[in-house]
């Protein structure tokens, strides 16, 4: 087992990487507002290495970059976004094309299914169900048992476009996608997932990478930066690249309420997940 490696500052490691995979929510930002560190940190990289934004958002990159420009994330402290919504996009356009769909999720996610050769239709005439989210932010898991109920007897597979179980907007927190997806499963439904931590989702990246760089992708020299151990750390592992772990995002609660040592934290949990370096926020 490794000993995970407490970084005083990212600039301590950063030469041995030439492509960096960063997450956003609970790394760059809050769902509110940026994180000035974290930009700094951006900054610094981008001066002669690749930054490469992955998302767990279950719509397409550019709906992203609206959202990232509203909060003044500039395309400056990146050089790709690349988000699960895209994936599903392209596992929808090339294995679903003709078929029709009930969407389980809010209407802003709408842009998830822009030219794809699909129809958007009841549940009684689906033949597969999208779930892309709560309806709304201040949702239970406890308002969609119904319509899972539905989703099962009819046996529909779903296709789960965001597996993050919940995220912190400011101070509060929602559940996503997945955790829906999670309680179908349970329901003894079929999921498929599209995004981290399934190791498709970084060979899907890397392909996107080569065609634009016209490269082989060298793993070696690609850092994982994420503040989720079940989605960032754990994909990360599954793709048996190295991470940083960003403690202060997702499972600060875990830690800061039981007044736990943060190396202490860091240290219990790489019994299950390994983590080569953390920080409490991302640190230039």
């Given at each position: 087992?490794?000993?995970?490696?407490?970084?005083s500052?990212?600039?301590?490691i950063y030469?041995?990487?030439?492509?960096?995979?960063?997450?956003l929510?609970?790394v760059?930002?809050?769902?509110i507002?940026?994180?000035?560190?974290?930009?700094?940190?951006l900054?610094?990289?981008?001066k002669?290495?690749?930054?490469?934004?992955?998302s767990?958002?279950p719509?397409?990159?550019?709906?992203?970059?609206?959202?990232?420009?509203?909060?003044?994330?500039?395309?400056?402290?990146y050089?790709?976004l690349?988000?699960?919504?895209?994936l599903?996009?392209?596992?929808?356009?090339?294995?679903?094309?003709n078929?029709?769909?009930?969407?389980?999720?809010?209407?802003r996610?709408k842009?998830?299914?822009?030219?794809?050769d699909?129809?958007?239709?009841?549940?009684?005439n689906?033949?597969?169900v999208?779930?892309?989210?709560v309806?709304n932010?201040k949702d239970?898991?406890?308002?969609y048992?119904?319509?899972?109920k539905?989703?099962?007897?009819k046996?529909?597979?779903?296709?789960c476009a965001?597996p993050?179980?919940i995220?912190?907007?400011g101070?509060?927190?929602?559940?996503?996608?997945?955790?829906?997806?999670?309680?179908?499963?349970k329901?003894?439904?079929r999921?498929?997932y599209?995004?981290?931590p399934?190791k498709?989702?970084?060979e899907?990246?890397?392909?996107?990478?080569?065609?634009?760089?016209?490269?082989?992708?060298?793993k070696?020299?690609?850092?994982?930066?994420?503040d989720?151990?079940?989605?960032?750390?754990?994909?990360?592992?599954n793709?048996k690249?190295?991470?940083?772990f960003?403690?202060?995002?997702?499972h600060?609660?875990?830690?800061?309420?039981?007044?736990?040592?943060l190396?202490k934290?860091?240290?219990?949990?790489n019994?299950?997940?390994k983590i080569n370096?953390?920080q409490?926020?991302?640190?230039?």
């Open positions: 087992m490794n000993n995970p490696v407490f970084l500052g990212l600039n301590k030469s041995k990487f030439d492509i960096f995979f960063v997450d929510w609970g760059v930002h809050n769902g507002e940026c994180y000035t560190e974290a930009l700094k940190s900054k610094n990289i981008k002669d290495k690749k930054i490469i934004l992955i767990n958002a719509k397409p990159n550019i709906s992203v970059k609206k959202f990232l420009n509203s909060i003044n994330f500039s395309k400056k402290f050089d790709l690349i988000t699960s919504g895209d599903t996009r392209f596992y929808l356009k090339n294995y679903y094309k078929k029709s769909f009930y969407h389980l999720g809010p209407n996610d842009s998830l299914f822009i030219n794809l699909l129809k958007k239709t009841t549940l009684n689906a033949n597969f999208v779930c892309t989210g309806n932010n239970s898991l406890n308002k048992f119904y319509i899972l539905k989703i099962k007897k046996n529909l597979e779903m296709i965001n993050d179980l995220v912190h907007r101070h509060s927190s929602e559940y996503c996608a997945g955790s829906i997806a999670k309680l179908y499963e329901m003894g439904g999921v498929k599209f995004g981290k399934y498709y989702f970084y899907y990246i890397c392909d996107v990478l080569k065609k634009k760089y016209k490269k082989n992708i060298n070696s020299k690609i850092l994982v930066i994420g989720n151990l079940n989605t960032d750390i754990l994909g990360a592992n793709f690249v190295k991470n940083l960003i403690a202060g995002g997702v600060k609660a875990e830690w800061n309420k039981k007044n736990i040592n190396a934290f860091i240290f219990k949990k019994k299950n997940f370096y953390f409490n926020e991302l640190v230039w």
